[in-house]
């Protein structure tokens, strides 16, 4: 927890969220989720102009011995993927904040980002769940 | 006690040092009410003398009558080798290679036979294997459903010139999951898919379309234009092939412009022998992005700690072990031995071997058909070509046309009566490379005493058996 | 590799030296330009090949192979050579029942043995391994609740415990998989399990003895509860190795089974399968079961098909599954018994309590040390993980380079750094106390040389693999001479 973004939201279930502030979040899962599953192998991305319900689940990481459902923290439209983690999985082993992200929202109710965790709640969660 | 090797010793030993004073003890957390009695219903033990007369008595009782009867099983070769090297105990007791460096063998040998299905379908990538052919096609189907992402109508086009069983295998699987097989009709003169029939489907929506090589009346499809309007019309195309006519044949992954998507089929006759419908092994093909759509046990090649090739099991997480209900299938055990035959049956005879395999098998069917259809009222009702089965019509019924052969010792062929009652008196036949002249000679002469026997005006009378 | 050695226009000549035909009534555009790339060998450079590459593989015929959950025992060989007489060999699966008598006494007869030995109803042979069982099975469950028209059952309950291919099966099967909990003694947690049964429960799957290799004392309790809330059960066999002869599924209160004879009736697990997954119901299910089942009339075998029972799922291969396995567990069960069946219950139940004990004297943990083993038991190995950093894995790695095939790891996922161990009751003592001993070797070197551990096994023919390489960078086929 060395590294918990404290600008990002973030989701129960690991994943982590930014406000783009144009009505548009960015969505990946955190430094936790990825040293969980170790080293990745494959990405199942959502697809451009799917709708999303929050909680639902929406892409898959895979590593050699286990694969994650990744669920979505809003409701909203896909309006891109991160297309080079096709070809390069790891970068969310790398760089989980960053490079690392998943997909982005159109979000359908900025309200919803209120239902996050803010870092410091997350950490308390991870902390908790490590017991 | 059979396979036991304890001694009277060795268990008092054991019974100490657990710390009870009999076996039955180590029972003791199952509730009393629930333990069962002696079992008396069930014979006693046999020494191993005894059991092997009893089996070479039940053996014999089968006969072995003289076999003109394929429709999914057929009665090939197989080189002494591949079943020596296959029963070997290394292959034969090993389990799923799970420990990677104590399974190297088996491992090994699977890649090796990805790549010899590759390259025999056309397709990119093989899975280690399935159940059997028609299982095989339920999985392709729902491998379909899945991977054509555009489709969402949960619907499959299949050609009644598919295997009746095969269909059947493939409702039974598919259908809890609210899969729905369409059914589309044949020629009536060409014993192909009917074209028009399939036209009418154009723009609907439907996962795939089964496309079958030969199909079930031995018929050759015109999978070129098959695959291009499943294509054109946002389907995936299935190919359901026999390997040997691959062998000979425009591969799968060739057909129409781009190829099928996924091809699958029996590959029983790749080694195995005929041994009552099993062991066999269904084997599934695909092209690259559906991999992860595959069902089953899949070998990667890759390097160990010194960087030496090495090969393991890979994309597991598509597996029950790993995703359980998110999983592409629930198969866990496979038919490995099988598999373990059919690369060696493969290694041994080469792509030119099977070739010479695949167009005796065509030789000796023209040969037989063209033998019996010069005998009075046989007629050949189809006009496509075959590989090496072929429909006939008898101016009998089927059914006491067969009866009457087999009582001669003779399995004439499939009686196509039940599934297709249209054809009327149809039989479809096979003669593969191991029938010789003079027994598709003994066939003639039978069916021709047969035919006399039966059919003597013609207003033909049943005769009552 | 197998191409490596292949040679244009090489051939193993005895195997096709007759003309190749022409091919003159098949269309140009049908036909393909080149023979399929498959290796040009000699039939020599086969036979050496495969020998040497069997030889790269523990099997039961050559190394002590105690996988936990599998039941890897001797597989006798009069199984696979009265399996493999000329006459089964050579029968067409469509012949006529006139030329299939002997065979098919033999499949009726191993339906009777395996429906009184399971105290079910009826037995369908079909299913080709133990998940395809599952599938039948919980098709059955479906079916007759449809038949019912009780069409709101949407769930099948699986402890968490269970084999992946439980909830896989009935995902398969349109339902969807609920887990529900295990409690500290290895037992369902039962009230865990009373407050997920409902209205919307199709059934229950379990195994028992349970996957973590202990017999689940409430059964009754248990199958009381989920028929009272309209489910039915489900036996997943794997396990019943522990209890043949001593305890029926069918007393227990379960509908519907499977059971995996390439595990309890030894036929070969040949490296991946085949199988057989044979289902045995009870009178309420037995309308379902899949087709083709063989009859006896009085004079004659006979096969009953959909034409006969118009109620079944339906069948699940193009013919009657599995035959050449069935023909081997129906030899194995013939040499065995009735008595023979007792005491694979008894003696595979003996070694395992005998193993654990002596592993738990020599210092290991149990994950259940109060309770009775079946005929596996569960180490874990946390404690050697934690001080030592050296886990389950690594211990299983080890054991290679002594000769030992590693038990299962890390199944069940609920016990963490587990080692599940199945000795089987083909082993003797004297092969149950050198693993005591390996066991014992690898610890002490765990304690004083752990890198060792970390880096073994040292001795196969490969060190360990690169999964993620294997997965990230796919190479599935010979594409060639790099
Ligand atoms: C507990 C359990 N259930 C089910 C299965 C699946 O059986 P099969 O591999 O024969 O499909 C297994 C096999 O490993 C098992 O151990």
Known sequence: MSNTPTDLRYAKSHEWVRDEGDGTVTVGITEHAQELLGDLVFVDLPEVGAQL??????????????????????????????????????????????????????LDDAGELDNLLDADAYNALVAEEDH | MPFIPHTEEDIQEMLTAIGVDSIDALFDEIPDELRCGELDEIPAGMPEME????????????GQPLCFLGAGAYDHHIPAAVWQLTTRGEFYTAYTPYQAEASQGTLQLLYEYQSMMTALTGMDVSNASLYDGASALAEAVLMAVRGNRKSKSGRILVPRTLHPLYRRVTHSIVRNQGIELVEIDYDSESGQVDLSSLEQHAGEDFAALVIPQPNFFGVLENTDRLTDWAHANGMLAIAVVNPLAMSILKPAGEWGESGADICCGEGQPMGAPLASGGPYFGFLCCREKLVRQMPGRIIGKTV????????????????????????????????????????????????????????????????????????????????GPVFHEQVLRLPLAAKDALRALAAHNVLGGFDLSDDYPELENAILVCATELRSDEEIEQYRSKLERVIAAQVQTPCQLKPDW | MIYEQSRSGRQATAQTNFEMPALPDIPQELLREQPAGLPEVSEMQAVRHYTRLSQKNFSIDTHFYPLGSCTMKYNPRACNSLASLPGFLSRHPLAPDTHSQGFMACMHELQEILKHVTGMHAVSLSPAAGAQGEFAGVAMIRAYHDARGDDARTEILVPDAAHGTNPASAVMCGYKAREIPTGQDGDIDLEALKEVLGPQTAGIMLTNPSTVGVFERRIK??????????????????????????????????????????????????????????????????????????????????????????????????????????????????????????????????????????????????????????????????????????????????????????????????????????????????????????????????????????????????????????????????????
């Open chain 1, 53 to 106: 319900e929050a909680g639902g689940d929406c892409a898959v990481v895979e590593s050699v011995k286990a694969a994650s459902d990744v669920y979505s923290p809003v409701t909203g439209e896909v309006t891109e993927v991160n297309e080079a983690l096709d070809g390069a999985p790891e970068t969310i082993n790398e760089d989980a904040f960053g490079d690392g992200w998943i997909f982005k929202v159109k």
């Open chain 2, 51 to 62: 059991v092997s007369r009893l089996m070479q008595g039940r053996a014999r009782q089968d």
């Open chain 2, 304 to 383: 160990d700690l010194d960087g030496k090739p090495g090969y393991a099991l890979t994309l597991q997480a598509r597996e029950q072990h790993i995703r359980r209900s998110k999983a592409t299938s629930n198969i866990c055990t496979n038919q490995g031995l099988m598999v373990t035959a059919a690369t060696i049956h493969m290694a041994i005879m080469g792509g030119e071997g099977l070739q010479r395999v695949a167009a005796a098998c065509h030789a000796n069917t023209k040969k037989l058909a063209q033998t019996l259809c010069d005998l009075p009222q046989v007629e050949s009702p189809f006009t």
């Open chain 3, 221 to 482: 309790e248990i199958a009381g509860l989920v028929h009272d809330a309209g489910g039915l059960l489900y036996y997943d066999g794997a396990n019943l190795n522990a209890i043949l002869g001593k305890v029926r599924p069918g007393d227990m209160g379960f509908d519907v089974i499977h059971m995996n004879l390439h595990k309890t009736f030894s036929t070969p697990h040949g490296g991946g399968g085949p199988g057989a997954g044979p289902v045995g119901v009870s009178q309420r299910l037995e309308p379902y079961l899949p087709v083709p089942m063989v009859d006896f009339d009085g004079s004659d075998y006979v096969w009953l098909t959909e034409k006969e029972r118009s109620d079944t799922i339906g069948r699940l291969s193009a013919f009657a599954g599995n035959a050449g396995v069935l023909l081997r567990a129906y030899v194995y069960a013939r040499l065995l018994g009735r008595e023979g069946m007792h005491r694979v219950a008894e003696f595979s139940s003996l070694n395992a309590n005998y193993l654990l004990k002596r592993l738990m004297e020599a210092g290991f943990d149990a994950a259940y040390p109060e309770r009775r083993a079946s005929h596996e038991f569960i180490l874990t190995l946390k404690k050697q993980a934690k001080e030592l950093g050296v886990n389950t894995m690594d211990f299983a790695k080890r054991m290679l380079d002594y000769g030992v095939h590693a038990p299962t790891t890390y199944f069940p996922l609920l016990v963490p750094e587990c080692l599940l161990v199945e000795p089987t009751e083909t082993e003797a003592k004297e092969d149950l106390d050198d693993f005591v001993e390996i066991m014992k070797t690898i610890k002490q070197e765990a304690e004083t040389q752990p890198e060792l551990v970390k880096q073994a096994p040292h001795t196969m023919p490969v060190r360990r693999l690169d999964d993620v390489r294997a997965a990230r960078e796919l190479d599935l086929a010979w594409k060639g001479q790099e």
